[in-house]
């Protein structure tokens, strides 16, 4: 479903322990949740959160490590 913003929601289905829920995720928690699966490894220094929404997330700088 395409809103005035341009966005399509997508459907996710959210699965508790007992219980599994239909629910639209918007687009902004979509893109979200890819990037940090796209990470992989890595922190999240700061997320900022406007109207129940991720807006803008800041990436850390990598650390090395050397050895164990």
Not at 1 to 19: C, D, P, T
Request: charged content about 25%; aromatic content about 8%; overall charge positive.
């Amino acid at each position: 479903m395409k809103h005035g913003n341009g966005f399509e929601k997508r459907n996710v289905v959210l699965m508790s322990r007992n219980s599994v829920a239909d629910t639209s995720l918007h687009p902004a928690w979509y893109a979200f949740i890819r990037y940090c699966a796209e990470l992989k490894h890595g922190e999240i220094e700061r997320l900022k959160i406007q109207d129940g929404l991720p807006v803008l997330a800041e990436v850390t700088t990598k650390k090395v490590k050397f050895g164990s």
